[in-house]
């Protein structure tokens, strides 16, 4: 069974720093790893999808990397605001047709 | 607008009782998901549908049940015999297959008194 781990499971920094967000997974057969943001009390909020075949994707100030065979994803957020507050949620997409997610990470942006 | 939608986005129910949560969309996507979420807990699926008619279990199907008659809509029954069904309850759906972004919609959060 696929299993979606995510590091760290909280992270607090200063307004303008750059980031890394971990996600790692244990099963390489994949077709895709998306990651989304949740807003509290909110839905999820797709941010970049990467397939399978793919090594990154870029959206604005975000940028994630995959790297399928050692089980590996990392989400970069360059420049953080305040706004970018909130948890980050990884999912990968294997057998069958819906997503495994991690149990994703608290960001917090103080200014 | 192009979405899904929830509803209602609280729900109460008393022991006992069964209780369906709404979801619908207006993409014209062919697939469906529902997913439940508990604090400090990645989403767990519950049931997917690839297309109309069809369904499929997903991670924790036990106490739920669903149907799919229509493309726009995939209801979500909570029966009395799910044990602990105090959640946030996320629908999601996707153009079709694996290699689609899911989209989801605000959710519901269900509390039993």
């Known amino acids: 069974k696929q299993e979606v781990t995510q590091i760290p499971a909280a992270l607090s920094v200063p307004e303008g720093e750059n980031l890394v967000l971990n996600c790692s997974f244990t099963d390489s057969a994949i077709y895709n790893l998306q990651w989304f943001r949740q807003d509290p009390g909110k839905g999820l909020t797709s941010l970049l999808l990467i397939q399978s075949s793919q090594r990154e994707q870029t959206s604005g100030r975000l940028n994630a990397s995959l790297d399928k065979s050692s089980g590996r994803s990392t989400l970069y957020i360059a420049a953080s605001q305040p706004g970018d507050s909130a948890t980050y949620l990884c999912?990968?997409?294997?057998?069958?047709?819906?997503?495994?997610f991690g149990k994703g990470t608290s960001l917090l942006v103080t200014p | 607008d192009g979405g899904i939608t929830q509803s209602p986005k609280y729900l109460f129910r008393k022991e006992g009782q069964n209780v369906t949560l709404s979801c619908e969309q207006n993409l014209n996507h062919d697939a469906m998901y529902w997913y439940r979420q508990d604090p400090g807990q990645g989403l767990r699926l519950i049931y997917y549908s690839q297309i109309v008619n069809d369904f499929q279990k997903g991670d924790i199907a036990e106490g739920y049940s669903v149907s799919r008659e229509k493309k726009e809509s995939f209801p979500l029954t909570v029966t009395s015999a799910q044990k602990n069904p105090t959640a946030f309850y996320l629908c999601?759906?996707?153009?079709?297959?694996?290699?689609?972004?899911?989209?989801f919609g605000p959710g519901t959060r269900l509390t039993v008194l």
């Open positions: 999601a759906s996707s153009y079709s297959g694996t290699t689609d972004t899911q989209y």
């Open positions: 999912a990968v997409c294997g057998s069958g047709y819906a997503l495994n």
